[in-house]
């Protein structure tokens, strides 16, 4: 196990920690953005609002009879599919639907700060109770997701132009990273989400 996850960091300093930065900073961007041009633009908050809190009753995810343990099973359940599809994305030789996806992900996070400043709530409560404990590491499981993906397509233009290139040796890297890194991130913060998390939000708002 050691010797594990001594190789990924050592993979993760080599191959993708610069897309790792950058696919970061596009999420930052898209929720920091999007909360700015809420705040100029306030007739729309509720509308999107309404259509953040929608994805999630359809996913089932607000039901208020459901346990702790089956919220955190649908959390993770939720967030490691949306997670294996910014990872696939790379498949696609191409960067932009990973940037799309990532930066819409931030943009739901401005969207929810938005509301709260428009209705005159306080943001730091929500996010030091609500979104830190377990988007520490979520976020960057999601985040880590879209750099494996930048690293897929590189090794897929770099077959392009070059069949000798080893693309297996990429995928197979890629895949391992994935499943030892991102997965345990993503069950960590489900059960903090169901388990912490309302207990801290019911503390502090």
């Known amino acids: 196990m050691k010797n594990l996850y001594t190789s990924q960091w050592r993979f993760f300093k080599n191959d993708y920690w610069k897309s790792f930065l950058g696919i970061f900073f596009v999420f930052i961007l898209g929720g920091f953005s ?3 041009l809420l705040l100029n633009n306030t007739a729309i908050i509720d509308e999107l609002m309404g259509q953040v809190v929608s994805i999630f009753e359809e996913k089932n995810m607000l039901e208020p009879e459901l346990t702790s343990g089956e919220i955190a099973l ?3 359940t939720n967030n490691f599919l949306a997670s294996l599809f910014v ?3 790379g498949f696609i030789p191409i960067f932009i639907p990973t940037l799309l996806i990532m930066g819409l992900n931030g943009a739901m996070i401005g969207v929810l700060f938005a509301y709260i400043k428009v209705n005159g709530g306080l943001i730091a409560p929500m996010f030091f109770a609500g979104i830190l404990p377990h ?11 879209g750099a494996l993906a930048f690293y897929i397509s590189k090794g897929l233009i770099k077959k392009l132009s070059r069949t000798e290139f080893r693309m297996q040796f990429v995928v197979k890297n890629a895949f391992v990273s994935f499943l030892s890194i991102c997965v345990p991130l993503l069950i960590i913060a489900a ?10 939000l019911e503390q502090f708002m």
């Open 34 to 36: 999007t909360y700015l």
């Open 74 to 76: 649908k959390l993770f």
């Open 87 to 89: 990872f696939l994305t």
């Open 135 to 145: 988007g520490i590491f979520e976020i960057p499981a999601l985040v880590m997701a």
């Open 191 to 200: 059960i903090i989400e169901a388990f912490i998390t309302p207990i801290l």
